[in-house]
């Protein structure tokens, strides 16, 4: 990692604030009235065990009422609260040795409630946009692969800067890559053995983030994360799919089984779709599926996910420009990495021009958008002239 390249991450920052605000502002009709979404007001969730095990369907998710959330108010002032009992797919975990295969699905799953992404942060910073959001996770990969990090390491840091954005209002361009580079430090003391130092942190910076800014703005973001710092990543749901489709000895189960070559090409289609904010739209463990989906078929997601087409459709959807843009570049080969063991090659996080492939896969979308309209199909739809009237006879 060259000064060069920190200096141009902050170069594209600033150039792309500059292209949106030079660009006429439109309001799109009902805009000023969207409520603007707070990670205080999301609905809570638990997920426990209610049924015998061995049961087809060992778990039920109970909805707790929170105050302002599908609240009504009847005449006498009374607010009323909606419940919902909802059957959570059953565990397709193996039996295990260490631990209860349901406790363990369960435990995953109230994760996946608790941890609340959301893409309207954006909202909440006027001067953000989602393109700067996509150039600084790019530039936290290429920090990732010089300073041979994990994938999860990566994928923890990004769910760490979205979450706390969430929780802000107002974040200045010129501190994102402060927030950023703030969230691979923590990141790297939660998942690597041996992390970066901090001074090394602030060197990638080139100068943007002094060590001690790095250490005052972790301090911001675990008080405004109150520590909650162990979400199930997109990564993490993809391990556990690719380990329950190829397992073979239930004993090992923690010992990677799956093919290391096909690990990394689903991969480099998650490190493309995440950076798209759009991906915020989605749970983690339903955007690992539709990726894992693409590179086998539906049968295989539901057996090692329990997700019905339902819940996993709009998403495969979604991903379709963004699988035939990975399609057409060139196929990720294994990479080995010094001081990694073999077995390892595959856990470790890899960059390329993710931010040109992004651009292709916009503009696929562009164009399916394109053929959808009716503009496209039979031009402008008016009422004929008055002399073109067919007359009843």
């Known amino acids: 990692m060259s000064k060069r390249s920190a200096r141009n991450t902050l170069q594209e920052i600033n150039e792309n604030a500059l292209e949106q605000t030079n660009k006429p502002q439109r309001k799109r009709k009902g805009e000023c009235n969207r409520r603007i979404p707070s990670a205080a007001k999301k609905q809570h969730y638990e997920i426990q065990n209610r049924c015998i095990e061995g049961d087809i ?10 105050k302002d959330l599908q609240e009504t108010s009847n005449r006498s002032g009374f607010k009323h609260f909606q419940f919902k009992n909802l059957f959570v797919k059953p565990s397709p975990l193996p039996c295990l040795s260490w631990a209860s295969s349901d406790d363990v699905w369960i435990k995953m799953l109230n994760k996946e409630l608790k941890y609340i992404h959301d893409k309207g942060f954006i909202q909440q910073h006027p001067a953000m946009q989602p393109k700067m959001r996509s150039i600084l996770l790019d530039w936290l990969m290429e920090v990732s692969e ?44 939660i998942e690597e053995i041996y992390p970066p130092k901090l001074q090394e942190f602030a060197y990638v910076s080139d100068g943007a983030c002094s060590e001690e800014e790095i250490l005052a703005e972790e301090l911001v973001m675990l008080k405004a994360l109150k520590w909650d710092l162990c979400p199930e990543t997109v990564i993490s749901w993809l391990k556990l799919y690719s380990q329950v489709d190829s397992l073979q000895d239930c004993t090992n189960f923690l010992i990677p089984q799956f093919s290391q070559e096909t690990f990394i090409q689903i991969t480099q289609l998650l490190d493309l779709c995440i950076l798209d904010v759009n991906s915020l739209d989605y749970q983690y463990g339903v955007l690992a599926a539709a990726a894992f989906c693409h590179f086998t078929s ?96």
């Open 146 to 189: 010089v300073y041979t990090l994990h994938r999860e390491t990566f994928y923890l840091a990004q769910d760490i800067f979205d979450r706390f954005m969430l929780t802000q209002k107002d974040i200045g361009k010129d501190q994102l890559q402060l927030i950023g580079v703030t969230s691979l430090f923590i990141a790297s003391k």
């Open 57 to 66: 369907s060992p778990s039920v998710l109970i909805e707790t009422p929170q």
């Open 298 to 393: 539906f049968e295989t997601v539901h057996k090692v996910s329990g997700l019905t087409w339902d819940s996993i459709s709009s998403c495969v959807q979604w991903m379709n420009p963004f699988v035939r843009t990975v399609s057409e570049w060139p196929r990720p080969q294994l990479r080995g990495f010094k001081k990694v063991t073999a077995e390892n090659y595959h856990n470790m996080q890899t960059h390329v021009d993710y931010l040109a492939m992004l651009g292709e896969a916009h503009n696929r979308q562009q164009d399916s958008l394109d053929r959808m309209s009716p503009l496209a199909i039979g031009g402008l739809l008016t009422p004929p002239k008055s002399t073109e009237k067919p007359v009843n006879v």
